[in-house]
């Protein structure tokens, strides 16, 4: 197999784990939701079973809090995708994942703690979205996963 032949490889492999990802990123963020909407038909089972209408009247129904989880959820992926964006201005346009955690921990513009997981692996998921929409791309160099910004669909390069 011809060098040429490994790198194709090497870039289909690298195409089809990022896609993996973002579907796995949904996935598990459609089994938060259940999760959620489970633990609060537990909650109003609940009440129903305790019969006490004064108890049922009493309690505030979670569905604002489902929401409000919802919408808190999408702002701290809204925040890494901004920090993912300013540290790749600061690193020139390309970088790995752990360039670019140590560009955003530097500034101070997100805070891993809320994604309850590594930064870096917080990072790859959010370019792997970001790929999807168009404005990350991913190459492989000596097995390293090299991502691109690019700046309204044009690669940025400063």
């Not at 970001?130 to 690669?155: F, P």
Request: proline share 1%; with cysteine.
């Amino acid at each position: 197999m011809s060098s040429t032949e490994q790198n194709e490889l090497r870039r289909s492999l690298a195409s089809i784990v990022v896609s993996l990802q973002s579907e796995l990123d949904e996935l598990l963020l459609h089994k938060a939701r259940i999760k959620l909407r489970m633990r609060t038909l537990r909650r109003r089972l609940g009440v129903l079973q305790a019969g006490s209408a004064r108890n049922a009247a009493s309690r505030r129904w979670p569905k604002k809090a489902e929401s409000m989880q919802a919408r808190e959820m999408s702002r701290s992926q809204e925040k890494l995708w901004r920090a993912c964006r300013i540290a790749f201005l600061d690193l020139g346009g390309t970088a790995t994942a752990e360039e670019l955690y140590s560009a955003i921990a530097r500034r101070g513009s997100f805070s891993f703690a809320a994604t309850g997981n590594n930064g870096v692996t917080a990072i790859v998921r959010t370019l792997s979205a970001l790929v999807q929409l168009g404005e990350v791309s991913c190459s492989i160099n000596d097995s390293d996963q090299k991502w691109t910004y690019r700046a309204g669909g044009r690669i940025l390069s400063l």
